[in-house]
């Protein structure tokens, strides 16, 4: 364990003033305590103890209270070995002024019956006047310039500054000084004093230099009283011993505070903005781990809703105010990054860090320096791994202290796991100094995890609230029980009367679980298909009673409106039926705006029930009183044990319920797979690094090869050794070894032309091409790097600037083509009312009028034409249309989309838009690509018009709330950060206060962010040349 920080704190003990006599303690001292007096015949001048004996009353005066104004740390008034150490220092600069001045030839005379060296007197002018004038005090402050002063305490700089005080300073010298000295310099005339040398001044000791100085202090009036300082005092002493600690490596302890390390502060905020005021047992516990005390990679595993994010937020926390580490946190989808973003910009503001946002389009590479400041990057999957490259291109991963990884299951996840793997395998390798702390509710394999990570693990089956799973098979209720034989134990038989016409409509009884608990709490069905999330939301609102309309229906009305002013007048006819019942759907079919109000909604208790899909369960927190799972399959998919426990997971409200429910609806069929289902283990978690015939570990070697972490097929191997592939190689790799699979992956990407041997002799180290750079720079997909290039070459050869199309055709993401069949008439239509020069570039790309006009009249076309490329320039016309209009209900209407594919669609484009950008930077031949591109991607990321693209830069900003705050008066991004969060809910419509926090809060963060980038870009311009030539 740490040591503990001890502060020193001033005691209110009251010290004697007696001191023992030493031998270190000055005559004057001696002699006063003994109470002996010299005999009057041979007691010379002394003026040291005349001056202390002055001192003494005048300290007095400004000191009423006999206690020591330092406490317990030693005062320097009263400690006189200190000052009989000055005295002797002084005594010995004295004597060298002697030693000085006889060398120099000048004769002394000594005062009679004044052996005291105040007394000494140039005979002559033979030596320089200042040789013997004050030469101990000067000597002992030669050093001190007008610099010196800028340390100086306050209060003894006003009163140096006070002429007043000056004036009588100056007089008080003088009584001080011999008057036999004093009263013949002044009556000596200017002739005179060319003919004789005037007596120095008397000299004053060091010690009575600094008891002048504390005596300046005492006599200057402050207006903050004694109690203030001393209080101020101990702050600054506690802050000071806090940051040593923080700043000693040699330290084992980074405490600031008694909340786990952290400030009281960060307690009062997580209670202030979270609502959370104290922290449940586990999480205590696993705060207080040795792996977290002593920063050792950690996994953690809890069911859903148990609170495993804020322990990570706590940690992050811990490293930025701390340790002073930026910190890296990994989430797996746009809308939680952007729903953290905006929940941990109001941290930041207080607590003085920055929060950065990356997904989709967004995020900086390499990230602004903060210029003192700590950083939160708040990133996805994709955007996270090129950061982590950005990072270790130019030297800076060191910097991040600790990164989290949420959905930590993720890593066997397809080619989105593959990339996570990439990411952590990165930093493990670069930064051994950086803590790597991940978390999931559902981990089967975490033995592997572990040895991958090398971290240790925590696990626990704490749940807020008790979850209780049921089975409903006919009309029969049953509880899920591994340990009966059966799996199941039969609970009741529900009970609610159906008409034979109702039986025939609703065979699963869903109307009947609902409205046991709706529309006084909540609930939430999962059903296999978008289409059948409709269809059971409007089934179940034809036999709700007419009650549930007048239930909070001011509150829906409200949504009503919201929703049609998101559609620009539109409305969704299913959504329009189901919100007056408190019920609506959610899927990926709506827009992200729609999504947003309807979360927002059944958040705020408006809406009762929610027809879903299953990726809301993995996506926002949306908890429910019963969950019920309409079907145990994901379309044509059998459950995995990780789905089925992600959504029962949000049965249960911490703070609302006492316990949750899930229902699984089953059928006579599926009661075998069923019972594995609720009863198997958590699946294995694989490395997807091959998945796709390798394409992950070509794209890892890829990458590690241009950031110079290898250039050698042994360094490679020694790379690799540290994935979770190495760790899983007998499970993955069946048919070859890792090794020779490496190989094969070098010697491919060789072949592509992204990876070639150094033609130095005797090195044939391996580096990467020009395309190989722009490849893994640009996070392109090893599979259409080739093609971008074709492609972006052939549309420099004439190019189209008049119009978007051109453009937007060669960042149409390729990926999305296979989603989308053309209308061949709306196809058509569209080709007939582009300009001629569109129509030209058409042509150009492979797209005739002739074979569009053919197709649309259903004749056979001869000709061979790329599949790809029509359908690509197809979903061009959407995007150039959507652009045009920014309306996308009518686009939707017009290409007979629904509105779902066009946001995803449009969403896919800017982000691969910003990856052809990354590419094109690399690649000289494509320069012009950089300023069109930049724009474009703004574009397509906003799709709005000009005026709103600033407002939509916060996050959680979408169309129609940035409309209303245009509206409201706040036009710009600096309108919004100084807002006042009351007057902004009170003048915008339907924000709640909560919202107009988190708003204001991400408005400033983002403000800070872009005064940063400039100050950096500054800075930049200003810096001198570090190879500047010089003479």
């Not at 009503?560 to 002013?565: A, K, Q, T």
């Amino acid at each position: 364990m740490s040591a503990e920080i001890k502060v020193k704190r001033p005691s209110s003990r009251k010290r004697s003033r007696d001191r023992r006599i030493s031998n270190l303690t000055p005559a004057m001292k001696r002699t006063s305590a003994s109470g002996r007096q010299c005999p009057d015949n041979t007691r010379p001048i002394d003026i040291s103890r005349a001056l202390d004996q002055s001192m003494d009353a005048t300290f007095s005066e400004y000191c009423s209270d006999p206690e020591d104004l330092f406490g317990d740390y030693d005062s320097i008034v009263s400690d006189s070995s200190f000052l009989a150490k000055l005295d002797r220092v002084g005594q010995n600069m004295r004597q060298n002024d002697i030693e000085h001045t006889t060398s120099s030839r000048c004769p002394v005379i000594l005062l009679a019956g004044n052996p005291d060296f105040t007394s000494l007197k140039s005979s002559t002018d033979n030596c320089p006047k200042q040789s013997c004038d004050d030469s101990m005090t000067e000597s002992f402050l030669e050093g001190f310039t007008d610099d010196a002063f800028l340390d100086m305490p306050s209060s003894q700089l006003a009163f140096l500054q006070d002429p007043q005080t000056a004036d009588r300073n100056c007089c008080t010298d003088e009584d001080k000084t011999s008057m036999s000295m004093r009263h013949p310099e002044k009556s000596v005339s200017t002739e005179d004093r060319n003919e004789r040398h005037i007596a120095p001044k008397a000299r004053k000791s060091v010690s009575d230099h600094l008891k002048r100085a504390m005596m300046a202090n005492a006599a200057t009036p402050s207006s903050v009283s004694r109690t203030a300082v001393q209080k101020e005092a101990v702050v600054t002493e506690e802050i000071s011993v806090a940051m040593q600690a923080v700043e000693s490596v040699s330290m084992a302890t980074t405490d600031l505070g008694p909340f786990f390390g952290l400030p009281t502060k960060v307690k009062e905020l997580i209670c202030n903005l979270k609502g959370i005021k104290d922290l449940y047992e586990w999480q205590k516990t696993c705060l207080n781990l040795d792996s977290v005390q002593q920063r050792r990679n950690l996994i953690y595993s809890l069911p859903t809703s148990g609170g495993k994010t804020l322990v990570a937020e706590i940690l992050i926390l811990k490293e930025l105010l701390c340790r002073r580490k930026d910190a890296l946190f990994i989430l797996p989808y746009v809308s939680l990054v952007q729903e953290k973003v905006r929940a941990l910009a109001s941290f930041g503001l207080e607590l003085d860090f920055m929060v950065e946002e990356y997904a989709g389009s967004k995020g900086r590479f390499p990230p602004v320096k903060g210029r003192g400041k700590r950083s939160l990057y708040i990133a996805t999957i994709e955007k996270a791994h090129g950061l982590v490259n950005s990072l270790i291109e130019t030297n800076r991963l060191d910097n991040v202290g600790l990164v989290v990884v949420d959905e930590l299951h993720m890593l066997g996840d397809g080619s989105r796991g593959a990339i996570i793997e990439m990411t952590l395998a990165k930093v493990l390798y670069i930064s051994k100094s950086t803590q790597i702390i991940g978390m999931s509710a559902t981990l089967g394999n975490l033995q592997d995890i572990q040895k991958f990570l090398k971290a240790e693990s925590y696990t626990n089956d704490f749940r807020p609230v008790e979850l209780k799973e049921y089975v409903k098979l006919k009309d029969s209720i049953y509880e899920v029980d591994p340990k009966e034989e059966e799996c199941f134990r039969f609970s009741r038989v529900l009970n609610f009367k159906y008409s034979s016409a109702m039986q025939k409509i609703d065979q699963d009884h869903i109307v009947a679980l609902v409205t046991e608990v709706i529309p006084s709490q909540s609930c939430l069905v999962f059903c296999p298909t978008k289409k059948n999330c409709e269809n059971v939301a409007g089934m179940i609102c034809k036999y709700l009673k007419e009650d549930f309309i007048q239930h909070k229906q001011a509150e829906k009305a409200v949504l009503l409106g919201e929703l049609r002013s998101s559609g620009n007048g539109s409305l969704c006819p299913v959504l329009k039926k189901t919100v007056p019942y408190g019920l609506a759907y959610h899927h990926s079919g709506l827009t992200s705006e729609e999504r947003k109000l309807v979360e927002e909604a059944y958040s705020a208790g408006v809406l009762c029930l929610l027809t879903c899909t299953s990726t809301l369960a993995a996506g926002i927190n949306l908890p429910a009183r019963r969950v019920i799972l309409r079907s145990p399959y994901v379309a044509a998919d059998f459950l995995k044990r990780s789905q089925y426990k992600q959504m029962v997971g949000r049965a249960g409200r911490a703070g609302i319920d006492t316990h949750g429910e899930s229902i699984l609806i089953l059928q006579d069929k599926d009661k075998v797979l069923v019972k594995k289902l609720v009863s198997a283990p958590m699946e294995i978690c694989k490395s997807n690094l091959m998945h796709s015939d390798g394409k992950g570990v070509l794209s890892l070697i890829l990458s590690v090869i241009g950031l110079n972490i290898t250039n050698s097929l042994e360094q490679i191997r020694d790379f690799m050794s540290g994935t979770l592939l190495s760790v899983q190689e007998k499970q993955v790799c069946l048919e070859r070894s890792l090794w020779e699979v490496t190989q094969e992956c070098v010697e491919l990407l060789k072949e592509k032309g992204l990876v070639t041997v150094s033609t130095e002799p005797q090195d044939g180290s391996l580096q990467v091409t020009k395309l190989g750079r722009a490849t893994y720079k640009g996070s392109v997909d090893l599979t259409y790097c080739d093609l971008l290039y074709r492609d972006l070459s052939k549309g420099l050869e004439s190019l189209m600037l008049n119009s978007f199309l051109h453009l937007i055709y060669l960042v149409t993401p390729y990926d999305m083509v296979s989603q989308c069949k053309p209308d061949w008439m709306v196809y058509f239509r569209q080709f007939t009312m582009s300009s001629a020069a569109e129509q030209k570039m058409c042509a150009a790309v492979g797209v005739s009028e002739s074979f569009v006009a053919r197709k649309a009249a259903g004749q056979n076309v001869k000709k061979n034409v790329d599949q790809v490329v029509v359908s690509r320039l197809y979903l061009a016309l959407v995007l150039q249309s959507l652009l045009k209009e920014t309306d996308l209900w009518s686009v939707a209407d017009r290409f007979q989309l629904s509105r779902g594919f066009i946001q995803t669609l449009l969403s896919s484009s800017s982000v691969f838009c910003s990856c052809v950008l990354h590419f094109t930077e690399e690649l000289e031949e494509f320069w012009p690509f950089k300023a069109l591109l930049t724009e474009l991607t703004r574009r397509l990321t906003y799709c709005v018009q000009a005026e709103l693209i600033p407002l939509m830069e916060v996050a959680g900003v979408m169309e129609r709330r940035a409309k209303l705050l245009y509206n409201a008066g706040y036009k710009t991004l600096a309108h919004l950060a100084n807002a006042d969060p009351n007057v902004l809910a009170k003048t915008v419509e339907n924000l709640f206060k909560k919202q107009a926090n988190q708003i204001v809060a991400s408005a400033k963060m983002l403000l800070n962010e872009k005064a940063d980038a400039l100050q950096e870009e500054m800075d930049d311009l200003l810096m001198m040349p570090l190879d500047l030539l010089s003479l």
